[in-house]
Structure formats: C-alpha cells, structure tokens
C-alpha cells in the first residue's frame, strides 16, 4: 500500500488523531526492526496500514466543527507558496499597491494554470517563524487588498481570469492599519470585484476568517477545501465576545456553521473540493491536483458565458445569499448544476448532500 507523502511527524498529531499516531509508530517501528534483523514483516505493516487507513477515514468522516478548525490550522497543511510551486507555470509575482507599500501577506502575479493564463491573488502565511514575521502570520493591511484590487483591475485590462486562494484569520486589527483604511479597502474591493469584467473563482484552502476573507473572495464561484473553514469571525474571538470564555471556542465553531458542508447545505459556497484521506497535510500533492481540476474546469465553464451575463449572474448571486432562493427553488437547482465532477475519489466517506468535484 503506497504511503502518503507529508505524513505528519510525531508532533504534528491532532488530539483525535492518537490512534493513527499508535499504528503509525507500530509500523515504524517494524520497519526498523526489519531492517536490523533482516526479517520480513511487509504482511503485518500492509494489515497496519489498512488498519490506519480505517481509522483515518471514520475519524475524518465525523469531525466536529471545532476539529475542522484545528485541521484548516493545522502546520504542515498546503499554504499559498504550495500550489503556486505545484499548480502555477511560469509565476511572475506583480508587487506594490502604488500608494503605501508591498503587503507580504498577499502575493498577486499571473501565471498558467492547466491552460488558462490567470492572475492569481492569495493569502500568504508563511511557514518558518521569519516567513510568518514579514507574512504578518496571514492578516493583511490595507495596501495589501489595494494591491490585489489594483492587480484585478489589470487582469480586467488584459482579458485575464482571476483565482483567489483564500487563507487568513482576518485582516490585520493593529491602529496602523485601521489609520490608513482598512475597513474602507475591503469595502471597495468588494464592490470592485462585483463587477470585474472577467471571470472570479474564490477557493478557501485553509481559514477564512471575516472580513479579511471576503476582501478577495467576492466572485462568480466559491468554493472551499473540504477541511477549511469560514466564517464572520474565529471561535475564540466569537466565545470571547458571547461568553468571555475563550475555552468555549469547540461551542462557538459549532454555533457558527462554519465548516465546508455546512455553508454548501446554506447555499453560501457552489463546491466542496475533496481532500485526500486524512486531509491535505498528509497528501500535498493529490490536494493540489483537486484545486487545480477544480479551477481548470471551472473556467472552462465560466469563459463561454457573455460577460454581461456574467457580471450580473454574479450580482444576483451575491444580493440573493442569506435569501429562501439559496436554499431552494430555480437557484439552487441552478448552483448544483454549476458543480464539476471529477473521477478523482473522495478521501473520505462524505455525506450524499456534499458535492464533489
């Protein structure tokens, strides 16, 4: 049975994930026994590894809002740099927002996906603990969503389609960036990316959290990595404020309907992209795959609608969320429509009401 690629390391464990990490140890520790006895122990390590493989898929079959979160958080999960190494060809990064500075936290440049040219705009973490400092670890400042606005308005200019790549705990909340207009850069960019003359596809691939998601996320598709999350606020900040009880963030994560199945059950995302069997960090590469079959798809589909009607489909889209008519009736009918399939299995064992693609 071939190994997943990314396999967490003996830190890297969730806390519902202790059985995994016990057939995982047993398995390494035969092989190192194998190799200093020479004995062949290939028939109890393949009956471990369809044991881990059970396991993983009732654990990940059955998570708890809360344990979405730690999955979307999780270290060794795929960040922005990843698919832009695995899925972008020949990426030039565009810098600067023309008025303050070049925000790090958001990374814009164009490039090929599959055999579309596209701009990409994505949120950028970082990884090691200085890549992270000049990342702001994620949260943008204002010259960060002029600069992804500024470079859309350049992919308009040109006839480029857009991808988004979602992943921040918010926008930045320091004064400085409340001081040179923060609140005012994301509400023009969501007005600006409403009518963008070009086709939008948003894809949350880790945390998507508030308005510092939305500032790129407002477009003709959204769709989410099966373990990510959205939602209007983190569960710490939201038990913060309804209890004074960070503790309680397990309760709030559950309260806000944050996961990827709940938002497409409410008509808020058009797709679910699957994730390989224990999520993304244990398989960088198939996840990558997913995201990109999506995106190439997708833009197939988007690029033979009349731009009229594609601008207004998306208004309409936007002004009905929240409304009976993304629950049921004509637009709903229409939303699953929109869902690219794939043959591409699913990791895990999902629930019929769950798209694929």
Not at 55 to 79: D, F, G, I
């Amino acid at each position: 049975m071939a190994r997943e690629n990314n396999r967490p390391t003996n830190g890297g464990y969730l806390d519902f994930e202790q059985k995994v990490a016990d057939f995982e140890r047993q398995v390494e520790e035969l092989r190192k026994l194998s190799a200093k006895k020479g004995i062949d122990y290939s028939v109890e390590i393949r009956r471990i590894e369809k044991d881990r493989i059970i396991e993983l898929k009732r654990v990940y079959s059955n998570l708890t809002a809360w344990q979405t979160v730690q999955v979307a958080r999780h270290p060794q999960r795929p960040l922005l740099r990843d698919y832009l190494n695995l899925m972008v060809k020949d990426f030039r990064e565009l810098h600067g927002d023309r008025l303050f500075g070049d925000d790090r936290a958001i990374i814009t440049g164009i490039g090929q996906i599959a055999r579309n040219k596209v701009l990409i705009v994505g949120q950028d973490k970082g990884k090691t603990t200085k890549e992270k400092i000049v990342c702001n670890f994620g949260c943008p400042n204002p010259e960060g969503y002029r600069k992804a606005l500024a470079k859309m308005r350049f992919a308009e200019k040109y006839g480029l389609p857009v991808v988004t790549l979602i992943d921040t705990p918010g926008a930045y909340p320091g004064v400085g960036a409340e001081e040179r207009g923060q609140a005012q850069a994301i509400a023009v960019n969501l007005s600006e990316m409403s009518r963008l003359r070009v086709p939008v596809i948003s894809i949350c691939i880790g945390e998507g959290g508030s308005g510092g998601a939305l500032g790129i996320a407002v477009g003709d598709r959204l769709a989410m990595l099966e373990f990510s999350y959205y939602s209007v606020i983190s569960p710490e900040g939201c038990a913060a404020i309804l209890w004074r009880d960070g503790s309680r963030a397990p309760d709030a994560a559950e309260a806000l309907k944050l996961t990827s199945r709940d938002l497409y059950r409410l008509g808020l995302v058009d797709a679910i992209i699957p994730e390989p069997v224990g999520g993304a960090h244990r398989n960088v590469h198939d996840t990558v795959y997913n995201v990109e079959t999506y995106v190439a798809k997708t833009l197939a589909q988007l690029q033979h609608v009349p731009i009229d009607e594609l601008v207004e489909s998306r208004y309409q889209k936007w002004r009905s969320l929240g409304s009976k008519a993304t629950l049921q009736g004509p637009l709903a009918v229409e939303r699953a429509s929109r869902i690219a399939t794939t043959s591409r299995p699913a990791a895990a064992k999902r629930d019929t009401s769950t798209a694929r693609v």
